[in-house]
């Protein structure tokens, strides 16, 4: 069983930048994909950016050329370094592992608050 603890959110003004973390216990096998999502109110989860085993990246428009997704495959961590924040990016945000190919095991975070406002 894998679970996955993030931490790192927080307020920050516009323009601030702020560090996830996300840490998962258990044994995670390969192919995986690990990755971001945010949830703000009223609206539905959508997809923040996301990292393979293999190290490719992907981006939700919304955050390209501000956040950055990186992992660390030895210690079970991936981090997203956002910059630049807006209030629009103001969300739950949580951690996600996929784990497997043709049968797919999925993975949650419990989530953390990010608040963008001055």
């Known amino acids: 069983q894998v679970q996955l603890v993030e931490t790192g959110g927080g307020l920050v003004q516009p323009g601030g930048s702020l560090r996830l973390s996300c840490a998962a216990s258990?044994?995670?096998?390969?192919?995986?994909?690990m990755g971001w999502y945010r949830q703000a109110p009223g609206k539905q989860r959508e997809l923040v950016a996301t990292i393979t085993s293999g190290g490719s990246t992907n981006y939700a428009d919304s955050v390209k050329g501000r956040f950055t997704i990186s992992r660390d495959t030895a210690k079970n961590t991936v981090d997203l370094q956002m910059n630049m924040l807006k209030p629009e990016d103001t969300a739950v945000y949580y951690c996600?592992?996929?784990?497997?190919?043709?049968?797919?095991?999925?993975?949650w975070g419990q989530g953390t608050q990010v608040t963008v406002s001055s």
């Open positions: 996600n592992v996929v784990v497997g190919s043709s049968r797919l095991w999925i993975y």
């Open positions: 258990g044994r995670i096998f390969s192919p995986n994909i």
